[in-house]
């Protein structure tokens, strides 16, 4: 898993240091810099590996929630929180206890229980860019005398905008490159716009508005599928972050569909920050579509990208 910064809203109100026997917990005030954020992460992960010892410590019922909403919301969570149709998935766990606080043993079954929760309601949905925004978890005691303990879970999510960038909508076909327009049930429309044409567009014109200032010190680094694999890729053509294609002499023209679309969308902030020289920003990005005809057919994308130093105008 990639290293990621918990931004979340949900799980910073609220802080306590799990402690090594029982209870004592520290809450600072909310800090949403940088370093705290890192110094909440790392807490988080470390919580995370105490569940797995099962060990007999506890925690009161406040910070027991912090922590197992955090966990679950930096596990499954962790993006860029842009999302278009957003829905909720609601789930409750019920446990016998006190009620005031509890062990690891029984957070570590919580944990284990709304993961896979998670898990099938990932699995249930249809869309490529299906993600969940945040996790929202809440304990309370029912006041039975058998002590039963409703620990309940609030996901929202939805269509994932694609990190920073639009993304393809439903008829978004395209034919990989050469200006060959749309293609599947939609040939014959687009005009001489291709897949990578298209993506160059969303690539430089990002959701967010761009500070004031110019760039000095610009240099152009060359990225291509092979230098990313990734089987995790959506499209029938490859195991790449960029798109790469090896037709073996079948006559296939690759035809792009929104979700391998999207999927590249999603990819380019781990490019851009992969191939980044140094403390230099990015600028923007040309894609090219090309075609090697040799001992084998291969078509693919290949990505110029542009960094330089950023100078903020005062």
């Known amino acids: 898993m990639k290293t990621k910064y918990l931004t979340l809203s949900l799980v910073l109100i609220t802080l306590g240091i799990l402690g090594c026997n029982k209870d004592e917990v520290t809450k600072p005030d909310n800090n949403n810099d940088l370093k705290a954020s890192i110094k909440i992460t790392q807490q988080l992960l470390s919580f995370r590996e105490k569940l797995k010892l099962k060990s007999g410590s506890s925690l009161p019922t406040d910070s027991a929630t912090w922590y197992l909403e955090g ?40 944990f284990v229980y709304f993961s896979n929760k998670l898990e099938l309601i990932a699995q249930s949905q249809t869309i490529s860019n299906f993600a969940f925004n945040a996790i929202d978890i809440s304990i309370t005691p029912s006041g039975l005398k058998n002590g039963e303990t409703k620990i309940a879970m609030v996901v929202g999510a ?42 160059k567009y969303k690539f430089n014109h990002p959701l967010a508005l761009p500070t004031p200032g110019y760039y000095t010190d610009i240099e152009s680094i060359v990225a291509y599928g ?18 790469y294609f090896d037709a073996t002499n079948t006559g296939i023209w690759p035809c792009l569909a929104p979700d391998e679309l999207n999927y590249y969308l999603s990819t380019m902030p781990y490019i851009i920050n992969a191939k980044r020289p140094g403390t230099k920003a990015f600028i923007n990005v040309d894609v090219m579509a090309l075609f090697w005809l040799n001992y084998t057919s291969e078509y693919q994308h290949w990505y110029t990208l542009n960094y330089g130093y950023f100078q903020q105008y005062d």
């Open 71 to 110: 966990v679950l919301n930096f596990e499954n969570a962790n993006n860029n929180h842009q999302f278009d149709g957003l829905e909720f998935f609601y789930d409750t766990l019920v446990i016998y206890n006190s009620g005031s606080s509890f062990t690891l043993p029984e957070l570590s079954n919580a």
């Open 158 to 199: 939805g269509s994932n905008a694609v990190g920073i960038y639009t993304a393809f909508g439903s008829t978004d076909y395209w034919v990989w490159g050469f200006e060959g327009g749309k293609c599947g049930a939609y040939a014959g429309q687009g005009g001489t716009s291709d897949a990578a044409k298209q993506l």
């Open 226 to 243: 092979p230098d990313f694999p990734d089987v995790n890729n959506p499209g029938p053509y490859c195991d790449y972050k960029i798109f």
